[in-house]
């Protein structure tokens, strides 16, 4: 299947800076991915839709200023967590389809800790 | 709004025995119906996944159900191994939209 690749897999930061995940499409192109949060035991919860090209389309109760989301090319795409605070600390996941009408396909995910 | 309602939470399993989880979705627009397995610590790989089109979908030990009119889909794992120990998620969207996932079902077989 296709590969997305997401970087870093860990990162800890410190109260108040800001850190950025990539996500991308190795072997193909996505107009569109995905970014997910996921706390322990706990399902994922889509945060945003991101368009190649165009702004995030952000889940109600995702703040769009907290997190940055940009999707400058058809295999990169950027969550931007600015000013963490610890309630920020949790796994977030990217994914991408392939295509209209085809699967998607999940990064590794980056486990966010801010102390 | 919680459009896949998924069950059970928890399950567990005896090496060999059928795993089984049930999903239940509401936007009838929904056009596609993934599995996902997932890892503790890892992103969620598809296992399986059928459209509308068909009742039924095997691959290996994984079969997908999928009852249209009630709205339901199940994942069946037959004969199943300690390695199958993992989080498993039903999925429900469109062709060209976002997709939903369900609450997840924690999945342990005993050896």
């Known amino acids: 299947g296709a590969v997305v690749s997401q970087h870093p897999s860990w990162v800890i930061c410190k109260s108040g800076t800001s850190v950025k995940i990539e996500c991308r499409s190795l072997d193909f192109q996505a107009t569109t991915m995905f970014w997910y949060r996921q706390f322990p035991k706990q399902s994922l919860m889509l945060m945003a839709t991101s368009n190649e090209g165009s702004k995030a389309t952000y889940e109600q109760g995702v703040e769009k200023d907290k997190f940055l989301i940009n999707h400058a090319s058809l295999t990169l795409s950027t969550l931007t967590v600015t000013s963490a605070h610890p309630e920020d600390s949790s796994f977030y996941i990217c994914s991408a389809r392939v295509g209209v009408g085809t699967e998607a396909f999940f990064g590794q995910g980056t486990r966010l800790t801010v102390v | 709004q919680q459009q896949v309602k998924q069950s059970p939470q928890s399950l567990i399993v005896q090496k060999g025995g059928i795993s089984i989880i049930n999903c239940a979705y509401e936007n009838t627009a929904f056009d596609y119906f993934p599995w996902y397995q997932q890892f503790p610590g890892k992103g969620p790989a598809l296992l399986i996944a059928?459209?509308?089109?068909?009742s039924e979908k095997k691959e290996g030990r994984f079969t997908i159900s999928f009852n249209k009119s009630a709205k339901q889909f199940s994942l069946h794992i037959m004969d199943s191994q300690p390695g199958d120990s993992a989080t498993y998620f039903c999925h429900g969207g469109t062709s060209y939209g976002k997709l939903t996932f369900g609450q997840g079902t924690i999945l342990t077989v005993h050896p």
């Open positions: 059928i459209r509308p089109d068909v």
